[in-house]
DNA sequence: AAAACACTGAAGCATTTACTTAACTATTGC
DNA sequence: GCAATAGTTAAGTAAATGCTTCAGTGTTTT
């Protein structure tokens, strides 16, 4: 579920936008209510619910509904699915490299097959 | 300079775009030229030109041109600094629960603060 | 019961984004 | 030199985004 096209799209849509990453900052520090998140933010309260709402559709964020007050947690597996989709391209890049490094460590060549 | 908020802004805002991503993947297995990367995308090159020069404006992605082409590699310490956000979030929160967790266990308390 | 509080949803609007096409500039090969 | 190749740039456009305001809905507090 969490490494589905679809899902890391909606991730890094999330993440593009600074007053939504502040929101995952704050919240990194503890849960918090809608009113708390906007409070930092100098934007209406509703632009913030929207904003929280492609958070939750993203799953980065998760929250319940208490009386009136609506209480935000992180998705810890959510942002783990978004640094896996990078570390994994990071890696791939990193042992290509490694790869020719010692192909050429081996051959003593000093030419490069692109 | 990679940790500056500004091209921490740029990156996200790179990584949003699924056309980007799968330029970046490409550029995962080995380096290519603009209409390598272009050729499994379906839009036209000039589209392509303009994703790339958002990719290179973020420091994501860095091109050399020789003669008429130019070739495009990853920058591994950019994607770095982009998971390194997202870890430095996640494990502000992991460790805040594990704290938690260490203080309920040693007062034997059985609510959470939630 | 009335007022204050904590959101929520819809409509509207300005900007930004992701393209397109078309005209152009260098290289390279024949 | 001429044509093909590889990429670049500009202008235009349709759709998406990030807000705003305003008019609600429930939930506490007094």
Redesign the interface.
């Known amino acids: 579920m969490l490494h589905d ?1 679809a899902q ?2 909606l991730m ?2 999330a ?2 936008d ?1 007053a939504r ?1 502040q929101m ?2 704050r ?5 918090a209510s809608v009113s708390q998140l906007a409070e930092p933010l100098a934007m209406s309260l509703s632009a913030v619910v929207q904003h929280l709402n492609l958070l939750e559709a993203s799953g980065l964020v998760r929250t319940q509904k208490l009386g009136r007050v609506r ?1 935000c ?2 998705e ?1 597996k959510a ?2 699915a ?2 896996h ?6 890696l ?3 042992r ?1 490299l490694d790869r020719l490094g010692d192909f050429l460590a081996e051959t003593g060549d000093d030419t490069e097959g ?1």
Chains 1, 2 share one sequence.
Not at 27 to 31: A, D, K, Q
Not at 85 to 90: D, K, Y
């Open positions: 096209p890391i799209d890094f849509q993440l593009a600074p990453r995952v900052d919240l990194s520090r503890g849960p209480t947690q992180i810890p942002l783990r978004a640094e989709w990078i570390n994994e391209r990071r791939a890049w990193e290509r692109n």
